[in-house]
C-alpha cells in the first residue's frame, strides 16, 4: 500500500522511477514537527536537574557566552644600558558571533622613559568563520591621544594570524597598522614564531615626531616551550627601525633609527 504524503506537503513518489523513495522525494514546504516536550530521563531523574543539564548541553553545542585572557607577549628586552621591556595582551568576553574585546600593548625602557602605552575597546562581530570585523576606541596615554578604530582579524591560509585596523585621531590624524604572526610547531611543544608589525601615517606630525607614508616596522622571531597548551616561555629576538621622515625626526633627537635586541618572556592565557 502507497504512502501518502499529501498530508505532510510532499507529492506521493511516482512507483514508476525505482529510484524515488527515501531522500530522494521531492521536497516539502510543510512546518517541521514540534519540539518533544516530554524528556525520557525525566522518568529516572529529577526534571529540574535534567532541564539543568539540557541547558548546558546547548551551551556547549553553541550560542553559549564564553571569555578569555591571552597575554600573548610579555618579555624582558636587552637594550640600552638598563633593558627594556613590552607586553601585548587581549581579552574577550561574549559568544560565537559577538564579542567585547579589549587590547593593550607598548613597551619602555628600565630607569627611562615609557615608549608607548595604549588599550583598545571594542566591538568584534564574526563576519565569517574566519574572520571578525572590529570596530571601537582606541586610548594612548604617551603620548595622550583619543582615536576611532576599525579593522579585521583573523586566521589566513597556511595558518597565518593577521589583523589590521585604521585609526582616526582626535586631532583628525589618519593611521594604519597592520602585523600578525605564524606559529610553526617544530615538536607538539616546541614552538617557533615569526612576527611583523608595520606603521602608517597619512601625514606629517611633527609635535608627535611621526612622518608620513611608512613610519616603522616590527619584525621578530620567538622560540617558545609549553609546559602545558596555558604557559610557555620563550627566548627570541627583536628588531624594530623607523623609516621615512619618522627617522629624520629620531636622528634630530639624537635616537637610534633601529635597535635590535634579545628578548625573553612568557606568553599565556586563561
Known amino acids: 500500500m502507497q504512502e501518502d504524503h499529501s498530508a ?29 516536550g516530554d524528556w525520557h530521563a525525566d522518568r529516572s531523574f529529577d526534571p529540574a536537574d535534567m532541564a539543568q543539564v539540557r541547558a548546558t548541553q546547548r551551551r556547549a553545542h553553541g550560542g553559549g557566552t564564553y571569555s578569555q585572557v591571552i597575554v600573548d607577549i610579555a618579555e624582558y628586552r636587552a637594550i640600552g644600558d638598563d633593558g627594556g621591556y613590552a607586553w601585548k595582551a587581549e581579552a574577550w568576553y561574549g559568544g560565537d558571533i559577538n564579542r567585547a574585546v579589549l587590547k593593550t600593548e607598548g613597551d619602555g625602557r628600565f630607569r627611562g622613559d615609557l615608549n608607548g602605552a595604549e588599550v583598545e575597546a571594542l566591538y568584534s562581530r564574526a563576519i565569517d568563520p574566519y574572520w571578525n570585523l572590529q570596530a571601537g576606541l582606541r586610548y594612548d596615554f604617551e603620548p595622550s591621544r583619543a582615536y576611532a578604530a576599525i579593522g579585521v582579524e583573523g586566521l589566513a591560509p597556511y595558518w597565518f594570524e593577521l589583523e589590521s585596523a585604521v585609526f582616526l585621531s582626535d586631532r583628525g590624524h589618519i593611521f594604519v597598522r597592520a602585523g600578525g604572526y605564524h606559529d610553526m610547531r617544530v615538536t607538539q611543544r616546541l614552538i617557533i614564531q ?4 608595520i606603521n602608517l601615517s597619512a601625514q606629517d606630525i611633527p609635535s608627535d615626531r611621526i612622518g608620513a607614508g611608512l613610519s616603522s616596522v616590527e619584525l ?51
Request: glycine letters at 8%; proline letters at 12%; zero cysteines.
Open 8 to 36: 505532510h506537503g510532499v507529492p506521493p513518489a511516482d512507483r514508476s522511477d525505482p529510484h524515488a523513495d527515501g531522500t530522494a522525494l521531492p521536497a516539502g514546504n510543510a512546518a517541521p514537527p514540534p519540539i518533544p
Open 194 to 197: 615569526p612576527r611583523a608589525e
Open 220 to 270: 621578530g622571531v620567538r622560540l617558545r616551550y609549553e609546559f602545558t597548551r596555558e604557559f610557555a616561555p620563550y627566548v627570541g629576538v627583536h628588531w624594530e627601525r623607523s623609516f621615512a621622515n619618522t627617522a629624520d625626526f629620531a636622528r634630530a633627537d639624537g635616537r637610534d633609527v633601529s635597535n635590535a635586541s634579545f628578548v625573553a618572556g612568557v606568553r599565556f592565557w586563561f
